[in-house]
């Protein structure tokens, strides 16, 4: 109990400044996850002298943190955003691993010695990008929104695969015909139990009269990690239920979506600190020093073969353009989850596991200074990066429960085309009127004659039923325009 105050205490400054580091690491255009690894090993043996060697619970936490992460990347996930780049995500996540293990798994057999179990091993452990750098770095880089899915698919689905190679290989299991119906049987239950449980839990909150609005995002977060636990308790994919859970509860009609989305992003940052500082305070910098080149060799492979190989070969049935090609070639970020993947072997005693820990510690610290520092350039300079695109506008709603009523608030981003719209041109569905804008901090009650600027925020009072219709056109106009229907946007 004496020590309460101490670890809770240290536990708190650690927080405070790895938050702080956020800000920056903006400011000096580095990867923030380099700094909550640098204040690891700063806590470490090789600056306070803290050891922490407990390679289970490391990868334990790991876990769980992955969990976190991956529940804050459904939840923000929209469906139109990510639906026309659906397939090629899911083969990216799914054949580009494959493909990713098989290469790597040859390249570093001849290159490094490795046995060809071990040398799997290796390329299962680095065949999965990392979701909590693609959903924080991809969507503010400007990229267009087709490429932004794909990404955003592809890391959220294919830890998965990864993991389930990465437990067969270290387990020592034989590998025969059977993996293949292992691997699909995982990942299929793993889907049906996120989908099952998503649409149970986002129909249950809608239903329930919770008493207060704080804990609708305690119980959508829940739902998420139940989805993890029903999934292993099944022997599906826990990790692919969780995202897939995510994913619908993010895109249906919650209460208080906006209090949801903005605790799950904390919760997000959360685990994505308290995981790179945990890997920091694990690693030691002697032994990094000594796997420097195995690092550099295997992350070379990957950069350079693998990652462009397992890309060409997903991509061929969809015929992506050849930039769009390449950039998905350099946006295979690596981050946190490849360190955990490799703890699961060291935790299982495999030999050979502690080199391969540190050997993706080298990997992870090297590709993301190099990764990190050009993704947006190369954006720009294929063409496929528009830093003046319009944000679409934001859409928080709030039940007005006893009235069968809704309030929307509508958030006008730069650059939207609803900007110098006319309040009459906004032809809102029956039901569904604005009540209130608030421009430059002064609110006011609009007339028909009221004329839309950039910035400005708007409370819009709909039914029930028309909440759908009601959205789907202010996300049109914003996106088109008072022409928009004659272009053909429906908002959808």
């Known amino acids: 109990m004496d020590q309460l105050p101490v670890i809770l205490g240290a536990g708190a400054v650690v927080l405070l400044v790895s938050v702080l580091a956020v ?7 580095l990867p923030s996850l380099l700094l909550y690894l640098g204040i690891g090993v700063l806590i470490g043996e090789a600056g306070l002298g803290l050891e922490f060697e407990n390679a289970t619970l490391t990868q334990s936490l790991g876990l769980a943190a992955l969990v976190m ?61 990392d979701a909590a750098a693609v959903f924080s770095v991809l969507r503010s880089a400007g990229i267009g929104k087709r ?39 995982e990942l299929g239950a793993g889907l049906v139990i996120g989908l099952a449980l998503g649409w149970a839990g986002a129909l249950a909150l809608r239903k ?15 739902v998420c990690v139940v989805a993890y636990s029903g999934g292993q ?38 685990a994505q600190i308290g995981l790179f500082v945990l890997l920091g305070l694990f690693a030691s910098p002697g032994r990094l020093l000594e796997s420097l080149v195995q690092g550099l060799v295997a992350g070379a492979v990957v950069l350079l073969l693998a990652r462009p190989a397992s890309v060409v070969l997903s991509a ?3 015929k992506l353009p050849w930039r769009e090609q390449v950039f998905l070639s350099w946006a295979g970020l690596r981050g946190a989850v490849p360190i955990v993947l490799a703890m699961i072997p060291l935790a299982e005693g495999v030999p050979g596991a502690q080199e391969l820990v540190d050997a993706v510690f080298v990997l992870v610290i090297v590709l993301t200074l190099l990764q990190g520092a050009t993704l947006t350039p190369l954006g720009r300079w294929l063409g496929l990066s528009d830093s003046t695109e319009a944000k679409e506008i934001q859409v928080d709603a709030a039940p007005l429960d006893e009235l069968g009523a809704e309030l929307l608030q509508v958030r006008i ?24 804008v608030v421009r430059d901090g002064k609110s006011f009650t609009p007339q ?34 008072r022409l928009a229907r004659w272009r053909g946007e429906s908002g959808s």
């Open 23 to 29: 800000r920056i690491s903006i400011r000096l255009g």
């Open 69 to 129: 992460i991956l529940t804050e990347g459904g939840l923000t996930t929209r469906w139109q955003t990510v639906k026309p780049a659906l397939w090629p995500g899911i083969a990216l996540s799914t054949v580009g691993v494959g493909v990713s293990i098989a290469i790597t798994g040859t390249a570093l057999h001849l290159l490094l010695g490795l046995d060809w179990r071990m040398a799997l091993l290796w390329g299962a452990v680095l065949a999965s990008t």
């Open 147 to 185: 490429l932004v899915g794909t990404l955003e698919i592809e890391s959220g689905i294919n830890d998965a695969p990864a993991y389930i190679a990465v437990v067969v290989l270290a387990s020592g299991t034989t590998v025969d015909w059977t993996l293949p119906l292992l691997v699909v049987y």
């Open 208 to 222: 329930a009269a919770l008493p207060a609005t704080g804990l609708y995002p305690v119980a959508t977060v829940a």
């Open 233 to 270: 308790l099944a022997h599906a994919s826990g990790l692919l239920a969780t995202y897939v859970a995510g994913v619908v509860l993010g895109n249906s009609r919650l209460p208080h979506r906006s209090d949801t989305l903005s605790f799950a992003e904390g919760l997000g940052w959360l």
């Open 316 to 318: 061929l049935p969809f």
């Open 413 to 436: 981003q730069r650059g939207s085309r609803m900007h110098g719209v006319y309040l009459s041109e906004l032809r809102l569905p029956a039901g569904a009127s604005v009540s209130l």
């Open 448 to 481: 028909g004659t009221s004329r839309l600027q950039e910035l400005d925020q708007l409370l819009v009072v709909t039914t029930e039923q028309a909440r759908t219709a009601t959205e789907r056109r202010l996300r049109a106009i914003d996106r088109a325009g």
